[in-house]
């Protein structure tokens, strides 16, 4: 996954297949039904200016850890595939799917591509738990594929002929895309120059997914009862809960009488249908006695004693009526 940043960042980089092309990179482990996230690491660059060897291995090894024992398969491309790793993953307990790359040594020389091989040909090879199978799509192509949870040569009937161990990679590769397509679709994202804060607003947005996932498989008869429809779910989800964080500190600045009369904060009890304050004869209220004009430069720093009889902001004279209402609310 790519956290899109186009500023200085010492372990930022380019990847010309992804929307944002630069960014952050994060290792991510997902679920597949759903895309939810169990586990990621960020990608922090060369060690002391040294490339990493077998670094997808080592990625891996250290995102599986907690699922060591589980029984479950892993699904990796051909960055991660190899040999090692699908014995490391199988002495704990979990399968291994993935494409292999052609300068792989373990692949034979009967599978790589060749001229002379069939269209929509399969090879097999079998090496204790281990299946490796090569399949051509197209003249002069070859896709390899390493498996620890395939031990046949099972082929689909289907026109394409590809072997059930494709067949598995394919329903399965796609969860990371999943969860990078629904963190961009509602993100808390803004513009900024600094990379902590573009990493802090990643796993506001990884978690809120993570959040709905959680909901969703708990309460399932809560799509009913928001009025809204299974495509629209998740957005509802999402505004309900930012309204429910938001609540209590909107209550709180409500009962605070120096900023309860801000337009701001009557717009905010308005949008979550509470009652916006009003001050009688017997309330002691505190206000500042002077402070700055709200719309003149803050660099001109014009303080003036009057506020705007609509909006209460403090505003000057030549921002005003003779009403003393500012040109905003006029």
Not at 45 to 59: H, M, T, Y
Not at 107 to 126: H, W, Y
Not at 176 to 193: G, N
Request: aromatic fraction near 8%; hydrophobic fraction near 30%.
């Amino acid at each position: 996954m790519l956290s899109a940043y186009h500023g200085k960042c010492p372990f930022r980089v380019y990847i010309p297949s992804k929307p944002a092309k630069y960014g952050i990179k994060i290792w991510i482990i997902a679920d597949v039904p759903t895309g939810y996230c169990t586990y990621f690491q960020v990608y922090t660059g060369k060690i002391n200016n040294v490339p990493e060897k077998g670094q997808g291995v080592r990625v891996v090894k250290d995102l599986c850890t907690h699922l060591y024992g589980s029984g479950r398969n892993v699904t990796t491309d051909n960055f991660f595939t190899d040999v090692t790793l699908a014995q490391h993953l199988l002495d704990n307990s979990l399968t291994l799917v993935g494409t292999l790359r052609k300068s792989k040594g373990c692949i034979p020389r009967e599978m790589l591509p060749n001229a002379k091989r069939e269209l929509l040909s399969s090879v097999f090879g079998f090496s204790g738990k281990m299946t490796i199978v090569s399949y051509v799509p197209k003249k002069n192509k070859a896709v390899t594929l390493l498996s620890t949870a395939h031990h046949d040569n099972v082929i689909s009937s289907e026109c394409h002929k590809k072997p059930e161990v494709i067949l598995t990679y394919n329903s399965t590769k796609g969860a990371v895309d999943t969860l990078d397509k629904m963190c961009r679709q509602y993100t808390v994202k803004r513009s900024t120059r600094r990379w902590p804060l573009t990493l802090f607003f990643t796993l506001l947005d990884i978690a809120a997914h993570n959040a709905s996932v959680i909901w969703f498989h708990q309460h399932p008869e809560w799509v009913d009862s928001a009025n809204t429809n299974q495509k629209d779910r998740r957005r509802a989800f999402i505004l309900e809960m930012g309204e429910s964080m938001c609540l209590p500190w909107i209550d709180s600045r409500r009962s605070t009488p120096c900023v309860s009369g801000r337009k701001s904060i009557k717009r905010a009890l308005e949008y979550v249908n509470l009652p916006v304050p009003t001050t009688t004869q017997n309330d002691t209220v505190i206000t500042p006695q002077r402070g700055r004009c709200h719309m003149c430069d803050r660099k001109n720093d014009t303080k003036t004693k009057h506020r705007c009889s609509t909006c209460g902001q403090f505003v000057c004279g030549n921002h005003s009526t003779q009403s003393f209402t500012c040109t905003e609310c006029s």
